[in-house]
């Protein structure tokens, strides 16, 4: 009977030391990682109140200022992106999804650099009423959020 308890035991120690072992694995394998793996999103209130560092990889969502958008001869855009607490300006190189436009809502990846946002991808959206949730809820948390009239926005 004290060699079932002992085997108990012994099973139990085992099971606990693997369990330790692959949680510590998967600790290691998320601090090899590189940095640009882990990507925030930030509303351009945050931004403009705590501006990242420009090395810093990350999301920037709101809705496009009317009358914003400058395009240059090339395929350079400057626009302007605001949750309504406030306003940042955006340059991007390359091509622009078909559904951007003034008043319309975008999510850019890139860095924040010399008080403009340098995007290197504007994330396409799926249609005239889906909206990202980080850019639903920075708009809602200013109070500027307004659903399209088909109903709630998508996400």
């Given amino acids: 009977m004290s060699g079932l ?3 108990k035991k012994t099973r139990r120690i085992q099971v606990i030391g693997l ?3 692959c949680v510590a694995a998967i600790l290691v394998i998320l601090a090899m990682l590189p940095e640009e793996s882990f990507q925030f999103f930030r509303s351009p209130s945050e931004v403009a109140e705590s501006p990242p560092p420009p ?3 990350f999301r920037i969502g709101g809705l496009i200022v009317e009358g914003s958008i400058e395009s240059d001869t090339g ?4 626009f302007e992106v605001t949750d309504g607490g406030a ?3 955006v340059v991007y190189t390359g091509i622009l999804p078909d559904l951007f436009g003034d008043g319309q809502g975008m999510v850019g990846q890139g860095r924040y650099v010399n ?4 995007a290197v991808e504007i994330l396409a959206r799926h249609d005239e009423t889906y909206m990202p949730k980080e850019v639903i809820d920075a708009l809602k948390e200013q109070g500027q959020y ?3 009239d088909a109903g709630d926005a998508t996400n």
């Fill in 87 to 89: 306003v940042i300006p």
């Fill in 55 to 57: 090395n810093e990889l």
């Fill in 115 to 118: 008080d403009t946002f340098e």
């Fill in 75 to 78: 395929e350079t855009v400057r």
């Fill in 19 to 21: 369990a330790g072992v």
């Fill in 146 to 148: 307004v659903a399209p």
């Fill in 5 to 7: 308890k002992s085997l």
